[in-house]
């Protein structure tokens, strides 16, 4: 029996991909909504079995505050989070809150599937290996954490980054191409090169991933800081006297 569902994200184009995917998978959904600030009203007014709220950063402060209403007005709505590789404090705030479940961004469909049908029959939708993480993490804590973002961006060339925002803002391969001034095979390419890089299969979950890590707005500010000044040049030896 299929779910009757909102999902709510901050990014409509992955809010309405993923709800077009679970319509195909014969679930009811009410609403593809963004951005996430008016996740609580909507709802509260349509009071559906789950909710999927998508957040990119699951520890900042106040994340969490439209979860904390809607279990409070609607306390039969199940809320599943839908988020980056999280802290143990972001899981731990997600909980707290009143979600039933906290699901990776990048996690298959079949995956949200399952973590929207336990939190539907009352069970904690979370999965061991994010349990198993955020434990380890508790007991050894690194020292600086990893900030996966600026990871993969120095995994990405200069012109791998600019597909990468073009990807994101929707560009078919043609349009790439024209935007950057190359071949279409060549855009092609890069587009392979920047999805095998980042550990992706489709360009909808490369937008997602660089969305939900923070890549896309720090390619913006590599792409748009000035150059490096550079250091005057060395002079060379005298000219002979004539």
Known sequence: MGVRLMVVDDHRLLAEALASALKLRGHRVLAAAAPSAGAADLVVSRAPEVCLLGTAAPAEPGVFDPVVRIKKERPQVAVVVLGPVPSPRGIA???AAGASGYVRHDERIEGVERAMMKARAGEAAVAPQLLQ???AELLNPAAQPDDEGARLL???TPRE??????VAEGEDTRLIAAGMGIAPSTARTHVQRVLM???VGSRLE???LAA???LLDRAATRRTA?????PPPTPGPPAPAP
């Open 93 to 95: 705030a997600a909980f």
């Open 133 to 135: 993480g955020a434990f």
């Open 154 to 156: 120095r995994m990405l």
């Open 161 to 166: 980054v600019e597909v990468l925002v073009r």
């Open 197 to 199: 890089k980042l550990g």
């Open 206 to 208: 490369a937008a997602a």
């Open 212 to 214: 939900r890590t923070g």
């Open 226 to 230: 000035p150059p490096p000044p550079q």
